[in-house]
């Protein structure tokens, strides 16, 4: 999977009218951006543990280990709340009136009593960037699965998922 520039569909979730990056064939290298990309089912196995992971990949060199520390929070604000994370970050934002990062990330911390090493500036657990999605099956109660992508603009790790998301769907996959 290759992640180039497109443009955001405005009638979409997410961003609209900027560029992102987005799932699709092949595209230059110039174009390529390191990002991580994981799928989680959203329980774990039988006696506890962790989740268990379907697919976990980085798409190009220059991904960092902390994207893996972003994944699983991102993952956690989506199995809490049952919404992207990027949808999470819009309602704490439209609740704080600002949508300056320090102030948003305040905002989370404190209207959920979260958990925060740092003073209450950023959640231990969950994180309220683009990139964390929830997957849902027609009959089945809640959500089945998690795809978080870690590694580009929170934007654009929301709208590939989005994007990707929206292209299995219209396959009818």
């Known amino acids: 999977m290759a992640l180039s520039t ?16 987005t799932a ?6 110039s174009q390529r951006k390191p990002a991580l990309i994981s ?30 520390n972003w994944v699983r929070r991102k993952r956690n604000t989506v199995l809490r709340w049952g919404v992207s994370s990027w949808a999470m970050r819009q309602k704490v934002i439209s609740g704080a009136g600002s949508s300056a990062a320090d102030v948003v ?18 959640a231990d ?16 109660e809640g959500v089945v699965a998690v795809v978080v992508v870690s590694g580009l603009k929170q934007e654009d790790d929301h709208q590939v998922v989005a994007e990707t998301i929206r292209e299995v769907i219209a396959q009818g996959n």
């Open 6 to 21: 497109a443009s955001t569909d405005p009638r979409q979730p997410g961003p609209s009218a900027q560029p992102c990056a």
């Open 105 to 122: 990330e305040a905002a989370f911390v404190k209207k959920y009593a979260l958990a925060s090493g740092n003073g209450g500036a950023v």
């Open 24 to 29: 699709s064939s092949p595209s230059p290298d």
């Open 39 to 68: 799928i989680a089912l959203a329980t774990a196995p039988s006696g506890g543990g962790s989740l268990h992971t379907l697919f976990q990949s980085a798409t190009d060199s220059g991904t960092i280990p902390d994207n893996e």
């Open 125 to 140: 657990e969950y994180a309220i960037h683009g990139g964390g999605y929830p997957i849902r099956i027609k009959g089945v």
